[in-house]
């Protein structure tokens, strides 16, 4: 079975499942939007936080993939300025 890397953390998941495992992200289909794992509220891919439920959405650098805490402003490995 194929997989492919999830969006949100790079974490492999195979094609037939629904989300990633690690990090709770839901992947969207054709007929489907994409939401929330913790509430089920539509959500939008650039979104850091829910606004329903106020979970807060796996942050990665785009330079260098490092996990970030969502209130940085600067990534503390590779100082990448980190777009708000």
Avoid: H, Q
Wanted: hydrophobic share 25%; with cysteine.
């Amino acid at each position: 079975m194929s997989s492919s890397k999830c969006p949100k953390c790079g974490e492999k998941i195979k094609k037939d499942w629904k989300g990633c495992p690690n990090c709770g992200y839901i992947k969207e289909t054709k007929n489907e939007a994409l939401v929330c794992s913790n509430c089920k509220a539509e959500i939008e891919e650039d979104w850091i936080r829910c606004p329903m439920c106020t979970k807060f959405f796996e942050i990665k650098c785009p330079k260098c993939d490092y996990d970030l805490e969502s209130n940085w402003r600067a990534c503390p490995k590779c100082g990448e300025l980190i777009k708000k």
